[in-house]
């Protein structure tokens, strides 16, 4: 089993939509960071949080260490929004980052 | 301030051949990684730095490939000789380095192994 599992793999939405996307995982961690990657682009971090909710514009990043997930929401989603969003944990142990396959989102006009 | 730098942004290389990728960081930042994508997947970890030191190279597969940073600044990563199964993006990312910091990461280097 991979230490981060994200959901779902692939997304399609309608512009205007409300997109969940969802990550587990398995180690105790100090940090999770949400990123975003464009196609042939580098990666960009949306967010770091460590426990509850962080929002910047229309994405929304919850954490609950307890149950060891986390979501990235967008809200009134944009095509412009359409790249792959990267759950990636930081391990409390040895300050490594891992990271999960990615949700490829799009988003249709 | 400009973020982590890497170059080339493209390298196409035929079998055998040597290659080498270069890495920038973010002025202070102490923690370096170097990170291997496949099309499609999520990054793995290649080698982390600490200052000038690797901290965690298991993931480097040692008998081709590379890292040097030296003074704990700019970075360097080579492949030689590379193969048709190293086409990827190579991603560097820096840290403050503390483990609750934030990692910022480059624009990636596309390796095309022909």
């Known amino acids: 089993k991979n230490e981060v599992e994200q959901s779902p793999q692939n997304l399609t939405a309608q512009e205007g939509e409300f997109i969940t996307i969802n990550c587990s995982y398995s180690?105790?961690?100090?940090?999770l960071h949400w990123l975003q990657q464009h196609p042939g682009g580098g990666i960009v971090s949306l967010f770091m949080l460590s426990s509850g909710k962080k929002k910047h514009g229309r994405l929304i990043a919850t954490i609950n260490i307890q149950e060891k997930h986390s979501s990235l929401h967008i809200t009134a989603s944009h095509p412009r929004d359409s790249a792959v969003y990267i759950c990636?944990?930081?391990?409390?142990?040895?300050?490594?980052?891992?990271f999960g396959g990615g949700t490829r989102v799009l988003v249709k006009p | 301030e400009a973020g982590v730098v890497q170059s080339p942004r493209y390298k196409i290389i035929e079998k055998k051949q040597p290659v080498a990728f270069w890495c920038n960081p973010i002025s202070g930042h102490n923690t370096l990684y170097w990170y291997r994508q496949n099309l499609g997947q999520g990054p793995e970890l290649l080698i982390r730095?600490?200052?000038?030191?690797?901290?965690?190279d298991s993931q480097l597969p040692k008998d081709r490939f590379s890292a040097e940073r030296l003074k704990g600044v700019d970075s360097t990563l080579k492949i030689q000789p590379a193969e048709l199964g190293d086409s990827a993006v190579y991603l560097c990312a820096s840290s403050l380095g503390a483990a609750n910091t934030e990692a910022f990461f480059g624009q990636g280097t596309r390796l095309t192994v022909v």
């Open positions: 990636a944990p930081r391990r409390a142990a040895g300050n490594k980052l891992t």
């Open positions: 180690v105790g961690i100090s940090a």
């Open positions: 730095y600490e200052n000038e030191e690797a901290v965690d």
